[in-house]
């Protein structure tokens, strides 16, 4: 299974990105897949999730409201959304996949990940 993310960049506070992950090598079905995050000397924390049929979608608190997560089948690809962005956001994004076939916000639970994309918000 290869992710591979992309759309990061630098934007000023307010303004909106949409990141992108392509899954390829496997059958995705099952699969549960997330965007996780980690700013410089912090731990990498969760962000959002979907079911890969599109259903079960979850968000941190920090994003809740302005981020949305969704699943393009057709392209086998994953989108954050991500809106109102403030400088609090900034970070590596990392999109991830789990084949536990259930929902979850811990790292340890995803088996494959991207390469990361970076997100710099200005103030």
């Known amino acids: 299974v290869q992710l591979q993310a992309s759309g990061g960049g630098l934007v000023q506070a307010g303004d909106s990105l949409r990141l992108s992950c392509t899954a390829s090598?496997?059958?995705?079905?099952?699969?549960?897949m997330a965007w996780f995050r980690q700013a410089p000397g912090k731990e990498r924390q969760f962000v959002a999730t979907i079911a890969w049929s599109g259903g079960s979608t979850y968000y941190s608190n920090s994003v809740k409201g302005r981020f949305t997560i969704s699943v393009d089948n057709a392209k086998s690809t994953v989108i954050l959304q991500m809106n109102n962005l403030k400088p609090e956001d900034t970070a590596v994004y990392y999109c991830a996949a789990s084949s536990r076939g259930w929902r979850s916000t811990t790292r340890y639970d995803y088996d494959y990940w991207g390469q990361g994309t970076q997100v710099t918000v200005s103030s």
């Open positions: 090598g496997g059958t995705f079905s099952y699969y549960f």
